[in-house]
């Protein structure tokens, strides 16, 4: 990561929290999330996977033609202890502003509108959350 | 799956009478103590039950089906690559990610495309943010 140029967007404010967020652009096989331009996507280290993304959304870019075999779909656990199935695929995920490209495993399940990059997606990269400024970079 | 409920059916089972008594008074905890409590409460049972594992289609099922067939061979020959697997059969291995998801699609509803040799853990913690849809109070 090192001689990259730092990278920042403001906190996304979807309701009365203000919270980090990343903008990127997510590859699937029928074309691109968002189609121009990048999509700002909440931070949340509470999630321990990749990319979570809508049902909507994962369905809309062609991710079911790019699906792990289901004996490798995780079951994931809310906070509320609930516990189901995930569908999980392999996607490419470039942020634009930092150059980089990644690779990894978007989820999704069953009447999920949320969009969530979580740990996994973090693990590689140095971070700066700047709470006075409301900023998150990629430094 | 979207759940419309506009007329109710009985459900007749037998369920462990410790069972049944846990359900019984957490069901009333939470959804007062009204009549309808327990049938919300069997309602969100069943919907979660129903959540916990996804239908698949038949094209899933031969896909997946041709990737138990294949996966030894594919582990033995080509560690690291990836893999894509449509029409119930083996369409290409590549090297990267970015080249098998520019494979030809013809006419799939679905495709399996992995690393070979990667095993993702099977176990996801979902954060604050996701969350099921609540069934209602009585």
């Known amino acids: 990561m090192e001689g990259q140029i730092e990278a920042c967007w403001s906190y996304l404010k979807p309701d009365d929290q203000k919270t980090p967020a990343f ?5 699937g096989t029928l074309g691109t999330l968002p189609r121009e331009g990048e999509m700002l996507i909440r931070i949340d280290t509470g999630y321990d996977g990749f990319l979570l993304l809508s049902e909507a959304n994962y369905n809309h870019i ?3 033609l790019s699906e792990l075999p289901k004996k490798y779909w995780p079951e994931g656990e809310t906070v509320t202890g609930e516990v189901f199935r995930l569908r999980r695929s392999l996607a ?5 502003m930092a150059g980089l490209k ?7 399940y069953q009447g999920n509108t949320e969009n969530l990059t979580g740990l996994d997606f973090i693990k590689t990269m140095r971070l700066l959350l700047d709470g006075p400024s409301q ?3 990629i430094t | 799956m979207s759940f419309k409920s506009w007329r ?3 459900i007749k089972g037998s369920i462990p009478k410790e069972i049944e008594e846990i359900f019984r008074r957490r069901a009333m905890e939470k959804y007062g103590y009204s009549k309808g409590a327990v049938s919300k409460a069997l309602e969100a049972a069943i919907k979660l039950w129903l959540r916990h594992e996804y239908e698949v289609t038949e094209e899933e099922k031969l896909n997946n089906k041709a990737f138990e067939e294949i996966l030894n061979e594919l582990e033995a020959k080509f560690p690291g690559m990836h893999a894509v697997i449509a029409k119930g059969q083996l369409v290409g291995v590549h090297k990267s990610l970015e080249e098998a998801l520019k494979t030809n699609i013809k006419e ?8 070979i040799g990667e095993k993702p853990k099977p176990w996801v913690r979902l954060g604050w943010r996701a969350k099921l849809k609540p069934v209602g109070a009585t």
Do not use: M, N, W
């Open chain 2, 108 to 115: 799939e509803s679905h495709r399996i495309v992995f690393k």
């Open chain 2, 8 to 10: 109710s059916e009985l």
């Open chain 1, 92 to 96: 490419l995920v470039h942020i634009p």
């Open chain 1, 23 to 27: 903008g990127l652009i997510v590859q």
């Open chain 1, 102 to 108: 990644l690779e990894g495993y978007v989820d999704t």
């Open chain 1, 62 to 64: 062609g991710l079911h």
């Open chain 1, 135 to 137: 900023r998150a970079c």
